[in-house]
């Protein structure tokens, strides 16, 4: 079995990796994460946990778990992972700090909690954010997973 990355800009890292496989095992709530060099982070997890009918959650939140920045984006196979981590985290690294989200079944997008800009919009379209002031404390990968 070989493992997956995305790619992503330079800058990123990427925690994990993902396997073409339905064996319960690699279906799990932590897998992978993408760390963007202007605080945004990337989260992919298999909902539920180690159900082969469940689905992998895509996140995307601004230093801190709470403050996701647009609702949780489901797709059922590792190519739309990856077609969904590489346009998020080149679009956001952009310098416009814009989404644009690959249509697929169960997408959906809405005003986050601290995203100030963000509107409706369709599941192609380009949705902007206003990079909300942050924290005192910053988490890593390792601690919001």
């Known amino acids: 079995m070989m493992p997956m990355k995305p790619r992503v ?3 990123a890292r990427v925690y994990s990796f993902l396997y073409r496989t339905a064996d319960p095992e690699y279906l799990t709530q932590d897998v992978l994460a993408v760390s963007l060099p202007n605080g945004f982070y990337i989260d992919v997890g298999w909902f539920p946990e180690h159900d082969p009918g469940g689905s992998y959650v895509i ?12 609702l949780p984006i489901q797709v059922k196979t590792v190519d739309e992972v990856i077609q969904v981590v590489e346009s998020l985290a080149n ?15 169960g997408n959906r997008i809405s005003s986050g909690a601290v ?17 909300p002031e942050p924290k005192s404390e910053p988490v890593g990968p390792e601690v919001a997973r």
């Open 91 to 105: 679009r956001i690294s952009s310098g416009a700090v814009a989404t644009s989200v690959v249509e697929s079944p």
């Open 9 to 11: 800009p330079e800058g």
């Open 59 to 70: 996140r995307v939140f601004y230093q801190y778990w709470d403050a996701q920045q647009i």
């Open 115 to 131: 995203a100030t800009s963000l509107t409706s919009c369709s599941l192609v379209a380009e949705c902007m954010v206003t990079v």
